[in-house]
């Protein structure tokens, strides 16, 4: 038996039964595999049947306003794959009549279509014999090929690449490479691998060698620079919090925050340039980006907020500010002050190009 044919029989065994997987037609399959992408299974769940309901076509989609595809994304996280889906989906209407391509070339040719994505979904709803690579099935290729460089290298890169492109060629691709994802997410496990429920443990050059827990093995990135920012939690005359939304290019484009901006120091007289006199602190959140640090130091605060940083501001009864797509640093020191606000985001699948 090859390990491909190993890993569709122990994915039929073994496969969690997800919505996406019994209703597999392109649109679903699709919507699923943009919010898996740094996202938590059980945190999609909710979002994926609301978000169907509400959108069950790329038409509908298309026709909806990008405030309304934002509203419903609130509490996913990183927006961009929203506004790159919207986007898509109105690409799709104007090129390919409302349907989604069967067609890779097509398909990778829409907004915030990468290697991975288009693998995922052209593989499982269209059959198409394309590879996919998410950190699930880097994790699982490093050790069953026992690559023991940086899988983020460019040439462990295409060494694992071409080895999900020859599992892929197979007659059910769609089925080999949900296994991986699937092997990756339940047994093949950052810690504790359990190799012995492993349908490659015979082939697996990371287990024979003893390394597999060591694997991969990645290079500490380097320290990103500490940028200050200085925000203002103010009310007004009903109790409503104050919010700003962003710019819409650039970091958090279009989101709204807690009034504020960047600052040479944590001064709260810098809360000036947004149109706010700064009381005490409040508390002080840190959010990571993949090239900065932000400390956001939040104080109480009084006054109207300007748009001179945002493109408007809106006071939202903290009822609604759920319903809102705030950005991260947002949601943590809103939280930090005492604002209930469901979380969102975990340690999901990681998409890889
Ligand atoms: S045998 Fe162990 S280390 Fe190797 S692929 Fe399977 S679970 Fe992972």
Redesign the pocket.
Request: glycine letters at 8%; a positive charge; charged letters at 25%.
């Given at each position: 038996m090859s390990r491909a044919d190993a890993l569709v029989a122990w994915y039929r065994a073994h496969r969690r039964d997800l919505p996406w997987r019994r209703d597999p037609r392109p649109w679903p399959v699709w919507v699923s595999e943009v919010m898996l992408q740094q996202t938590r299974v059980e945190s999609v769940l909710p979002y994926f049947a609301r978000f169907l309901e509400r959108f069950p076509t790329p038409a509908a989609l298309a026709a909806a306003p990008l405030d309304d595809v934002l509203a419903a994304w609130a509490g996913l996280g990183y927006y961009r794959r929203a506004r790159h889906l919207h986007q898509a989906a109105q690409q799709v209407v104007e090129r390919h009549g409302g349907e989604v391509p069967d067609d890779p070339e097509a398909f990778a040719a829409l907004a915030g279509v990468g290697r991975y994505t288009c693998g995922a979904v052209q593989s499982i709803a269209f059959g198409r014999r394309l590879p996919v690579l998410d950190g699930n099935v880097e994790?699982?290729l490093c050790?069953?090929y026992r690559v023991e460089d940086d899988p983020r290298g460019p040439a462990p890169r295409r060494r694992l690449w071409d080895a999900a492109s020859a599992l892929a060629d197979h007659p059910h691709p769609g089925e080999v490479n949900q296994a991986l994802m699937e092997?990756g997410a339940t047994?093949?496990t950052p810690r504790s691998?359990?190799?012995l429920?492993?349908?490659?443990?015979a082939d697996?050059a990371?287990?024979a060698a003893g390394v597999?827990e060591d694997l991969p093995r990645k290079a500490k990135r380097k320290a990103r620079p500490t940028i200050t920012v200085v925000a203002g939690l103010a009310r007004d005359p009903d109790g409503a919090v104050w919010v700003a939304r962003r710019p819409d290019d650039g970091l958090l484009a279009g989101l709204w925050e807690l009034p504020g901006l960047e600052a040479p120091d944590a001064d709260a007289r810098h809360l000036a340039g947004v149109g706010l006199v700064g009381g005490g602190e409040a508390t002080v959140v840190e959010h990571g980006f993949t090239h900065r640090v932000w400390a956001v130091h939040v104080y109480r605060a009084r006054g109207t907020p300007t748009t001179a940083h945002h493109t408007a501001v809106r006071a939202v009864p903290e009822a609604e500010l759920p319903t809102l797509a705030l950005t991260g640093p947002a949601l943590k020191a809103l939280r930090a002050c005492g604002v209930k606000l469901p979380h969102r985001r975990g340690a999901g699948r990681k998409r890889l190009s």
């Amino acid at each position: 038996m090859s390990r491909a044919d190993a890993l569709v029989a122990w994915y039929r065994a073994h496969r969690r039964d997800l919505p996406w997987r019994r209703d597999p037609r392109p649109w679903p399959v699709w919507v699923s595999e943009v919010m898996l992408q740094q996202t938590r299974v059980e945190s999609v769940l909710p979002y994926f049947a609301r978000f169907l309901e509400r959108f069950p076509t790329p038409a509908a989609l298309a026709a909806a306003p990008l405030d309304d595809v934002l509203a419903a994304w609130a509490g996913l996280g990183y927006y961009r794959r929203a506004r790159h889906l919207h986007q898509a989906a109105q690409q799709v209407v104007e090129r390919h009549g409302g349907e989604v391509p069967d067609d890779p070339e097509a398909f990778a040719a829409l907004a915030g279509v990468g290697r991975y994505t288009c693998g995922a979904v052209q593989s499982i709803a269209f059959g198409r014999r394309l590879p996919v690579l998410d950190g699930n099935v880097e994790r699982v290729l490093c050790r069953l090929y026992r690559v023991e460089d940086d899988p983020r290298g460019p040439a462990p890169r295409r060494r694992l690449w071409d080895a999900a492109s020859a599992l892929a060629d197979h007659p059910h691709p769609g089925e080999v490479n949900q296994a991986l994802m699937e092997l990756g997410a339940t047994v093949c496990t950052p810690r504790s691998p359990r190799c012995l429920l492993c349908p490659l443990q015979a082939d697996c050059a990371a287990r024979a060698a003893g390394v597999a827990e060591d694997l991969p093995r990645k290079a500490k990135r380097k320290a990103r620079p500490t940028i200050t920012v200085v925000a203002g939690l103010a009310r007004d005359p009903d109790g409503a919090v104050w919010v700003a939304r962003r710019p819409d290019d650039g970091l958090l484009a279009g989101l709204w925050e807690l009034p504020g901006l960047e600052a040479p120091d944590a001064d709260a007289r810098h809360l000036a340039g947004v149109g706010l006199v700064g009381g005490g602190e409040a508390t002080v959140v840190e959010h990571g980006f993949t090239h900065r640090v932000w400390a956001v130091h939040v104080y109480r605060a009084r006054g109207t907020p300007t748009t001179a940083h945002h493109t408007a501001v809106r006071a939202v009864p903290e009822a609604e500010l759920p319903t809102l797509a705030l950005t991260g640093p947002a949601l943590k020191a809103l939280r930090a002050c005492g604002v209930k606000l469901p979380h969102r985001r975990g340690a999901g699948r990681k998409r890889l190009s």
